[in-house]
């Protein structure tokens, strides 16, 4: 279960010149109850929705109202976040699963099945500094995928894999999904969350415009 009540967040901006800062409003009093399985968020750059799954991952607080999230968090918002570049992927399998809330014990346990899945295999004592952005997320989807999360965030990345790991990776999300974890994607992809989400919420400047299935929710952002 996740709920966001009366949620708002702002951040300064600079004003025009001998006028000092003011504020730009991400979100615009939110308030969702999500026990859905399946929740999609789309809309166009800028309209909140990337702020809203920051919110729930707990990466970002709101300036007013609350977030709630019942159970383990994990996933991808960002491209290398967890990452240490200097580390070879090894070590930031251990890095990042621990902030991910994993011990070191666990890693053990799932460490070759972190690897294969990720298929860099050869790679993995490399430094990642030297890894590309769809090296960067095969290791980071693996991580992830394998800390065993209740709520697993996706936030478009998947975009910057190649096709056949891209098909890998929404098979393992459906894997997750049968086994009752909740997923909570933000993409532009309208046919990818078409296929795999029930729910979908249109989000523009801050505000929630629709509410409802994400078939219905997808015409209504394409204007149909």
């Not at 309209?47 to 991952?57: A, F, H, M, N, P």
């Not at 991910?100 to 053990?108: A, S, V, W």
């Not at 298929?119 to 090296?135: A, L």
């Not at 693996?142 to 709520?151: C, G, K, L, M």
Request: net charge negative.
């Amino acid at each position: 279960m996740i709920q966001l009540q009366g949620v708002s967040v702002r951040v300064p901006v600079p004003g025009a010149p001998g006028q000092g800062w003011g504020t730009r409003t991400l979100l615009d009093d939110i308030s969702l109850d999500l026990p859905e399985r399946r929740v999609a968020f789309i809309g166009a750059n800028g309209s909140g929705k990337s702020t809203t799954l920051k919110l729930i991952s707990g990466v970002m607080r709101p300036d007013e109202g609350t977030v709630g999230v019942r159970g383990k968090v994990a996933g991808l918002i960002e491209v290398g976040a967890g990452f240490h570049h200097d580390l070879p992927g090894r070590d930031n399998v251990y890095l990042n699963g621990a902030i991910l809330g994993m011990t070191q014990e666990q890693i053990d346990e799932r460490f070759d099945d972190i690897v294969e899945f990720s298929e860099i295999g050869e790679f993995i004592d490399t430094e990642v500094k030297f890894y590309s952005s769809g090296m960067y997320l095969r290791l980071a989807f693996a991580v992830a995928v394998h800390t065993d999360p209740d709520v697993f965030l996706v936030d478009e990345i998947l975009a910057v894999g190649d096709e056949p790991f891209q098909r890998k990776c929404i098979a393992k999300i459906k894997e997750l999904v049968a086994r009752g974890k909740t997923l909570v994607v933000v993409s532009h992809d309208l046919d990818l969350v078409a296929d795999i989400c029930d729910r979908g919420i249109v989000m523009e400047k801050g505000r929630l415009v629709f509410d409802g299935p994400c078939d219905d929710a997808v015409a209504f952002l394409r204007g149909e």
